[in-house]
């Protein structure tokens, strides 16, 4: 009988051993773990969370909405819940909240803002005991559309703590009446806007592809002094800050800037191009931000290449073209992937070079999460929007992951 | 590139001169806005583009006015003393986390390593709008919206993948049986690091520190979420700048900026020198 070499007592110890040296190494991860989960994965947690969590018109109207939730929707509401809406609408107008209010209404019912801000007006001055008694003609009497069942429709929809209607509207999607999910008629925006960025994104990464490809290879081909001579000039725009490029471009585009200047002085233009503040500078300056991102991969796998393949394809008999499309090029398809993919996720989720350069028609669906963010203040559809960005880039990462080798990459 | 092969055929050569001449071209594309920015820095006019004097190399068409801007006006000399100390804590503050953490994941015993790697990684991969939003909505529960706490706290988040890269790289080459050697000896953990692990490393901490301090002080999206009016940055006040006037002070600024960036490059390449020198 074969006996284990080690008898129980020395395996308990090794264990043991072995858990105080997980312990020990896990003990070095855990406080920037711990500062992470606060600091980053919280947040971020947050972010999805508001995306289906919304609130805030539950906490402004709580009873109306509760008995809201209890409405059929077949008739006009009965009387008894007009009053309520009176009652808690004149206490946001006292508080000076029913503009928030009509904010978020509006929302689902383009319109009524200004319904709800002129029927709070008019109820603040009416005394709690007579709305009471009969709210629900101030109510009507104020506005006739209270009269309409669109209004309360409206606000039960707003009434709602979990909803998924801010994602269905990042789809350009929407309920009806019977609760069936169909496409929006009146407007197609954010579904343009992703197809947009999209469209962008392979024009970008398309524009570096061919520009990095080239100057990658004739790098990895030139003598190692040469090469470390003009690598600099790759690696000192990719290491000067975003706004300085940003700002060096706005200075080359302008209608009187040096490109426009040039051109008039050459007389090979009699007006200045429109060059600034719209999709062409857009991709004009994405794509020189991202260019050496498309290179350092490139380069890296070119770099390992040993040249005798070439030679010995060429000695063998084939033709340039024929060398290149059959052992040369797919030889660098991993740095090719990796580039592709990375400046094709940055610039999808890129914002502020579109914000400053892109004027109204370079916006890309990162700045119209920050428009809802700071202007509309529509956070919840930010949110989603958000989230649905989050998600696809995720997937696209993890593409990236299977892909690529990122110990490779030479970034000084 | 004069001498070519003697076997390579006259069309090979045609293909190599353009290519060069195309690889010099997209250089050149790389180049442009820097070589633009840094003379039009010296324009004596308010103007983003080469005046005549300045084309014929007339002195008085060039001066430090834009320079002297910068360094007299009150609102950028708080946002340079702003980015530097946000810069200063968060990249602190990412490396001793980051390298204490790098540390436990390089050991053959640290459990669920692709995870908590993947954890760590993230605040590189997450698009800065998205980072921006979820933050503002959090830090706003704890009052941070608006204080450096907050925007030292978002910005060491970011620089986390750096010095999590840098130190992990630096300690893959790191030989485990010299710490192990201190140990037997008699150091303590403690000791065996830092006279022992740590100057070996330095190189890999040190670079790591660098990327994250220039992320923070190149950083604009979260700044402009979560800084309030105090918090001004130099890349807010740029950003700001280029949306209401713009004035050539921010080609100054932008020139001061590439040279640090000349300056931090050199520093990342003599430091890479050191580590593959022993």
């Known amino acids: 009988m074969k006996r284990s070499t080690l ?33 980053f994965i919280a947040p971020i947690s947050t972010l999805l969370l508001r995306s289906v969590y919304h609130p805030n018109v539950q906490q402004l109207i709580p009873h109306t909405i509760a008995l809201l939730n209890e409405w059929d929707g077949h008739d006009l509401p009965n009387n008894n819940l007009m009053i309520q809406m009176a009652i808690e609408l004149k206490k946001l107008a006292k508080q000076r909240e029913a503009g928030e209010l009509a904010q978020e209404i509006n929302r689902n019912l383009a319109g009524s803002a200004s319904q709800i801000k002129i029927t709070a007006r008019q109820l603040r001055q009416i005394d709690d005991a007579i709305l009471m008694h009969k709210g629900q003609t101030y109510l009507q009497d104020a506005h006739p559309a209270w009269r309409d069942k669109a209004i309360w429709f409206a606000i039960k929809k707003a009434g709602q703590v979990f909803t998924d209607q801010y994602y269905l509207t990042a789809l350009d999607l929407e309920k009806n009446a019977q609760g069936k999910i169909q496409s929006r008629q009146d407007i197609n925006l954010y579904i343009a806007l992703f197809l947009k960025t999209l469209k962008m994104a392979f024009i970008v990464t398309g524009l570096t592809l061919i520009l990095g490809y080239p100057l990658a290879y004739y790098l990895a081909s030139a003598p190692a002094r040469t090469a470390n001579v003009l690598f600099i000039f790759v690696l000192l725009p990719f290491w000067t800050s975003i706004l300085v490029r940003t700002t060096a471009w706005i200075a080359l585009l302008q209608t009187n800037g040096v490109i426009n200047a040039s051109l ?16 062409f500078s857009t991709i004009i300056v994405m794509t020189h931000i991202l260019l050496p991102l498309m290179i350092l991969p490139l380069y890296a796998v070119m770099k390992s290449i040993d040249p005798c393949y070439v030679r010995a394809a060429g000695s063998l008999g084939a033709k340039p073209v024929r060398i290149f499309l059959t052992v040369y090029f797919p030889m660098t398809l991993s740095g090719l992937s990796a580039g592709i993919l990375l400046v094709f996720i940055l610039f999808i989720g890129y914002f502020i070079t579109p914000a400053l350069v892109g004027g109204t028609d ?51 | ?52 004097g300045m084309l014929k190399l007339d002195p008085n068409a060039y001066s430090l006015k834009w320079y002297h801007a910068f360094f007299s006006t009150p609102i950028w000399l708080t946002a340079i003393k702003n980015s530097l100390f946000i810069a200063t804590a968060s990249a602190l503050l990412a490396t001793t986390l980051g390298t204490l953490a790098a ?9 669920f390593k692709r995870f908590i790697m993947a954890i760590f990684l993230s605040p590189m991969i997450v698009p800065l709008i998205i980072t921006a939003a979820g933050m503002f909505f959090f830090y706003a529960k704890f009052n941070l919206v608006g204080t450096y706490l907050g925007l030292i706290l978002a910005h ?3 620089g986390i993948p750096f010095v999590i890269i840098t130190v992990c790289a630096s300690l893959k080459s790191f030989d485990q049986n010299l710490y192990n050697a201190a140990r037997l ?19 890999g901490i040190l670079s790591g520190a660098l990327f994250a301090f220039v992320t923070s002080l190149d950083e604009i999206v979260l700044v402009l979420f979560l800084a309030g009016p105090e918090q001004r940055t130099i890349p807010r006040q740029m950003f700001s700048g280029l949306r209401e006037q713009i004035n050539p002070t921010i080609l100054a600024v932008s020139t001061l900026l590439t040279l640090m960036t000349i300056l931090l490059l050199i520093s990342l390449s003599l430091l890479r020198r050191n580590e593959k020198a022993p």
């Not at chain 1, 008039?264 to 999709?279: A, H, R």
């Not at chain 2, 820097?34 to 324009?43: D, G, K, M, Q």
Request: glycine fraction near 2%; charged fraction near 10%; proline fraction near 7%.
């Open chain 1, 362 to 412: 370079g916006q890309l669906i990162s700045n119209i999460i920050a428009f809802h963010m700071q202007k509309s203040n529509n956070w919840a559809l930010a949110s989603a929007l958000g989230a649905l960005l989050l998600l696809f880039i995720i997937v696209l990462y993890w593409l990236f992951d299977r892909l690529t080798d990122p110990n490779k990459l030479k970034l000084v």
């Open chain 1, 7 to 39: 008898s129980s007592d020395e395996k308990a110890a090794a264990r043991a051993e072995l858990r105080h040296h997980q312990w020990l190494a896990f003990s070095l991860v855990l406080p920037l773990l711990c500062f992470l989960l606060f600091s």
């Open chain 2, 185 to 203: 000896c008699g150091a303590s953990p403690i000791r065996a690091f830092f006279n022992i692990t740590f100057p070996l490393i330095k190189p």
């Open chain 2, 156 to 158: 060491t988040s970011l």
């Open chain 2, 1 to 52: 590139m004069s001498s070519f092969p003697s076997y390579y055929t006259i069309s090979h050569k045609i293909s190599f001169v353009l290519l060069k001449l195309f690889a010099f071209l997209v250089l050149f594309f790389l180049m442009l806005p820097l070589l633009i920015v840094i003379p039009l820095s010296f324009n004596i006019e308010p103007y983003f583009s080469f005046t005549q």
């Open chain 2, 103 to 111: 540390l436990g994941l390089s050991a053959n015993t640290m459990p």
């Open chain 1, 264 to 279: 008039l002085w050459l007389d090979i233009i009699k007006q200045p191009l429109p060059l600034l503040y719209n999709q």
